[in-house]
């Protein structure tokens, strides 16, 4: 049995064993993966940290598109508003 447990965007350190999630470890099959923009949450949880680069405004909205599907491409009120948000996110 593996379970896979996503904590994102955490802000500040967790204790898994307060929370009523045992360590992971290769004998129990948990397997724990965190996102934070703050670097020093994963350094004192023991993490390994492994950097991810953010998408460039060209990729964000090739995403973006991939997940609304192409009519909003033929939309004119939509479309503007979509590239603002990619902007602003990317």
């Not at 949450?41 to 060209?58: D, F, H, N, T």
Request: glycine residues 4%.
């Amino acid at each position: 049995l593996v379970i896979l447990l996503v904590l994102d965007d955490v802000w500040s350190e967790v204790s898994l064993e307060e929370i009523g999630i045992p360590e992971p470890s290769s004998s129990n099959g948990y397997k724990l993966v965190l996102t934070t923009r703050v670097e020093q949450v994963c350094k004192s949880m023991g993490c390994k940290v492994i950097k991810v680069k953010p998408l460039s405004e060209e990729e964000a909205l090739i995403l973006s598109l991939s997940e609304v599907g192409p009519n909003i491409v033929q939309n004119q009120t939509i479309m503007p508003t979509l590239k603002l948000v990619v902007k602003e996110c990317a």
